[in-house]
């Protein structure tokens, strides 16, 4: 069996090619408008965008996790901002431990809000996290394992479809309710807040801003390609085709629930590593990153992108977060309506998202035959695919 390969030709993949070269050049151009150009310069970038741009490219990382259950396999996963907020929140009780006895109380062992809330002892489940490789461990380990146990018992029992998305939204919803209990021992509903420092360095300093946004396009950069090799490999081509017809490839003889259960814990150990590194960027994680609406805009980002495209669910997570940053300054009082709008208008005239507009290869197909594959120079393979492969 030929192994996957990582290195794909431009010419195979273009869109890929565009997108980390993209990325490339934010990991470059950016730090470079923030650190070397002076203030007073129209090219300089504030720590405000510097920000953004981070916080961006985490969305692009969550975005890109959904459309790899949803866009290849068919799982329409209406629970992943659990996975996020669970990596964020390993990282954010590293973040905690970091402070020690520069919080308000000044224990140098208790969290403020422990402190607050009359805690004698440190809980079992935050040792560790005064180390960061333990905390790193975490912030994959975590999400996979709630993946494992969720999609064992909810593959197994074969279910799919809507009913499928209505327990992802539970799950997501069910943690968000446990994590507001003030005796659950994560904060409450206030979360954890006021970080200091990351492996000894001011997370206020622009200089670890920037340390952190390069690090996150790294870390977009790295999941686009193991993605890609994914679902270019004859695994992908096997989740493909049960996207396309399961019955029908559990009938060939493939252990169906085994291909979804890998590839939802691949993902959710992507969007645990984006969690984690949205947290020490934005500053504050807490109990609202597991709302169920949280969910469902990822899924309206790679909607609006181009589902099944991977490149698609990024650009759709950088296009609807900024025109959202964008409308609440600009039309503050009917943002929400002008939202509304732009994905009304690109579901109804864009059923294939905004990277159909550049898919040349579906405009002169005769209608019903484009697929979101087509665009990245895949063919829709489905089962007759698992025919060949075998």
Same mark, same amino acid.
């Given at each position: 069996?030929?192994?996957?390969?990582?290195?794909?030709?431009? /010419?195979?993949?273009?869109?890929?090619?565009? &997108?980390?070269?993209?990325?490339?050049?934010?990991?470059?151009?950016?730090?470079?408008?923030?650190?070397?150009?002076? +203030?007073?310069?129209?090219?300089?970038?504030?720590?405000?965008?510097?920000?953004?741009?981070?916080?961006?490219?985490?969305?692009?990382?969550?975005?890109?996790?959904?459309?790899?259950?949803?866009?290849?396999?068919?799982?329409?996963?209406?629970? =992943?901002?659990? &996975?996020?907020? %669970?990596?964020?929140?390993?990282?954010?009780?590293?973040?905690?431990?970091?402070?020690?006895? /520069?919080?308000?109380?000044?224990?140098?062992?208790?969290?403020?809000?422990?402190?607050?809330?009359?805690?004698?002892?440190?809980?079992?489940?935050?040792?560790? &996290?005064?180390?960061?490789?333990?905390?790193?461990?975490?912030?994959?380990?975590?999400?996979?394992?709630?993946?494992?146990?969720?999609?064992?018992?909810?593959?197994?029992?074969?279910?799919?479809?809507?009913?499928?998305?209505?327990?992802?939204?539970?799950?997501?919803?069910?943690?968000?309710?446990?994590?507001?209990?003030?005796?659950?021992?994560?904060?409450?509903?206030?979360?954890?807040?006021?970080?200091?420092?990351?492996?000894?360095?001011?997370? =206020?300093?622009?200089?670890?801003?920037?340390?952190? %946004?390069?690090?996150?396009?790294?870390?977009?950069?790295?999941?686009?390609?193991?993605?890609?090799?994914?679902?270019?490999?004859?695994?992908?081509?096997?989740?493909?085709?049960? /996207?396309?017809?399961?019955?029908?490839?559990?009938?060939?003889?493939?252990?169906?629930?085994?291909?979804?259960?890998?590839?939802?814990?691949?993902?959710?150990?992507?969007?645990?590593?984006?969690?984690?590194?949205?947290?020490?960027?934005?500053?504050?994680?807490?109990?609202?990153?597991?709302?169920?609406?949280?969910?469902?805009?990822?899924?309206?980002?790679?909607?609006?992108?181009?589902?099944?495209?991977?490149?698609?669910?990024?650009?759709?997570?950088?296009?609807?977060?900024?025109?959202?940053?964008?409308?609440?300054? +600009?039309?503050? @009082?009917?943002?929400?309506?002008?939202?509304?709008?732009? &994905?009304?208008?690109?579901?109804?005239?864009?059923?294939?998202?905004?990277?159909?507009?550049?898919?040349?290869?579906?405009?002169?197909?005769?209608?019903? @035959?484009?697929?979101?594959?087509?665009?990245? =120079?895949?063919?829709?393979?489905?089962?007759?695919?698992?025919?060949?492969?075998?």
């Amino acid at each position: 069996m030929r192994a996957p390969r990582l290195w794909i030709p431009p /010419r195979e993949d273009p869109g890929g090619a565009v &997108f980390l070269l993209l990325l490339a050049a934010v990991a470059i151009g950016v730090p470079v408008l923030n650190q070397v150009a002076p +203030a007073s310069s129209p090219l300089h970038l504030s720590t405000y965008t510097l920000t953004l741009a981070g916080k961006y490219l985490c969305y692009a990382m969550l975005a890109l996790a959904v459309d790899l259950v949803w866009g290849y396999c068919g799982i329409l996963s209406l629970g =992943h901002a659990a &996975f996020f907020a %669970l990596g964020g929140y390993a990282m954010g009780m590293y973040l905690m431990r970091q402070i020690g006895p /520069r919080g308000v109380y000044g224990n140098p062992l208790l969290p403020d809000f422990m402190v607050f809330l009359n805690w004698q002892k440190l809980p079992w489940f935050w040792l560790g &996290f005064d180390r960061f490789w333990f905390a790193v461990v975490m912030m994959a380990l975590v999400p996979a394992a709630l993946a494992v146990v969720f999609g064992w018992l909810a593959f197994r029992s074969r279910v799919t479809g809507v009913y499928l998305s209505i327990m992802t939204q539970a799950l997501t919803y069910a943690l968000m309710l446990a994590f507001f209990r003030n005796d659950m021992g994560f904060g409450g509903n206030n979360g954890f807040t006021d970080f200091k420092d990351i492996l000894g360095f001011d997370l =206020h300093q622009d200089s670890t801003r920037v340390v952190l %946004l390069v690090v996150t396009t790294a870390a977009l950069a790295a999941s686009y390609l193991a993605s890609r090799m994914i679902v270019r490999s004859r695994a992908g081509r096997v989740i493909r085709a049960i /996207r396309d017809a399961e019955s029908r490839t559990r009938f060939l003889g493939y252990r169906v629930e085994s291909y979804k259960l890998w590839v939802f814990v691949f993902s959710s150990v992507v969007a645990g590593i984006a969690g984690a590194l949205y947290v020490p960027q934005v500053g504050i994680i807490n109990p609202s990153e597991f709302a169920p609406i949280n969910s469902i805009e990822v899924v309206i980002w790679v909607a609006v992108g181009g589902r099944g495209t991977l490149v698609g669910a990024a650009a759709g997570a950088f296009l609807v977060n900024y025109a959202k940053t964008f409308l609440t300054g +600009a039309l503050p @009082e009917v943002w929400l309506y002008a939202l509304g709008a732009l &994905f009304v208008l690109v579901t109804v005239f864009l059923p294939r998202g905004l990277m159909g507009l550049l898919s040349r290869p579906w405009r002169s197909r005769p209608a019903g @035959e484009a697929t979101p594959a087509a665009w990245t =120079h895949q063919p829709q393979l489905g089962v007759s695919a698992v025919i060949k492969a075998k």
